[in-house]
């Protein structure tokens, strides 16, 4: 069976820490190189998807190592306190067997002293003995003090080294979460084709006219735009997407949905599942805002082409989509 010794086994937890922080920082470049956008490191998208994989195995095998190691140096400082008890309970029944030796000693002295004069002679040697009975009974009682610090100080030593690796743990989780954040907020808002699947799914159950208005003009903006468009047309509603001028309103972040004034229960369920769906699959879709005047269009800009309906120009819309840039910060879901 695998027993390291203690110090073995806190060396081993020490590198176990460093290899953890070391397998971090290269789940930190893979990342970074995985959605960096210059040609350098796009030629070596392999290189950093292999980093990726091997920091994150790392840092499992590291967190394993810190978990092991920590709990058989807990194991290990029990069994010195354990054997520190042990030594101390033996240290006293030795005082205890001295003091009463020192007792018999001074009664056979008492008795001798009634005797001859060799009867003196062995009263000195008696209380000689006793004597010496005294010193090793103080030296056993010293020994026994001495030992009981040393249980004070093991079990002081014990505490601390349970709330480093409390702190240790703790530092990790919060740099896993970090690195979590970081990376979704450096990726793409991105629906594939089995979630884009399921979206057509579920808008299929309603036939909506819904108006997209783009207020954003990040090219992120711009596939989120092209995917919900695409969704929206395969699950049969009237669609129609126009970007409002910059004096139309000022850009804001997210998506938001809102439907018609005085909307029927089936226009509102078609909005709650639309905003639903974003969010799910991590898009980042915010509640409905207020409904919008009926009849009332987005302005589009002065330059554009004429609005030209993909359905007759008689139909107005009963839902609007307002898609606005990624968010540059987390958002907390609503």
């Known amino acids: ?8 086994t806190a060396l081993a937890l020490d590198i176990s820490e460093w290899v953890l ?10 990342i970074i190189g995985e959605y960096a956008k210059s040609k350098w490191w796009r030629n070596r998208i392999r290189c950093w998807q292999i980093c990726v994989i091997v920091g994150v195995l790392g840092e499992l095998l590291s967190d394993g190592g810190i978990f092991l190691f920590s709990r058989r140096l807990q194991t290990l400082e029990g069994a010195e306190i354990g054997g520190l008890d042990a030594k101390t309970k033996t240290a006293l029944n030795d005082a205890n067997a001295a003091v009463i030796q020192s007792g018999a000693a001074k009664t056979t002295a008492g008795l001798a002293e009634q005797s001859s004069g060799r009867a003196v002679e062995k009263s000195d040697t008696a209380e000689r003995s006793a004597s010496t009975a005294m010193t090793l009974a103080k030296g056993a009682r010293q020994e026994a003090d001495s030992f009981a610090r040393d249980i004070v100080s093991a079990k002081k030593q014990a505490a601390e080294a349970a709330s480093h690796l409390a702190e240790a743990l703790k530092q990790a989780e919060d740099a896993k979460k970090r690195i979590t954040e970081l990376a979704d907020l450096s990726s793409l808002r991105l629906i594939n084709d089995a979630q884009k699947a399921e979206l057509v799914k579920k808008l299929g159950a309603f036939s909506e006219a819904a108006e997209i208005v783009v207020r954003g003009g990040a090219y992120d903006t711009m596939l ?18 126009v970007n409002p001028p910059v004096s139309a309103g000022a850009a804001f972040i997210g998506i938001r949905v809102t439907t018609v004034e005085g909307a029927s229960a089936s226009t509102a369920r078609a909005a709650s599942t639309l905003i639903e769906e974003l969010n799910r699959f991590k898009v980042v879709s915010f509640p409905s805002g207020p409904p919008f005047p009926r009849g009332q269009l987005a302005p589009v800009m002065s330059f554009s ?4 309906w993909r359905w007759d120009n008689t139909t107005l819309p009963t839902i609007r989509i307002e898609i606005g840039d990624k968010p540059p910060f987390p958002i907390t879901k609503p």
């Open 21 to 30: 922080l070391l397998f971090g920082a290269v789940l930190g470049v893979g």
């Open 1 to 8: 069976m695998f027993s390291p010794s203690k110090d073995a």
């Open 224 to 241: 989120v735009t092209n995917v919900v468009e695409g969704a929206l047309v395969a699950a049969k509603w009237k669609v129609l997407t």
């Open 305 to 308: 082409p004429p609005r030209l």
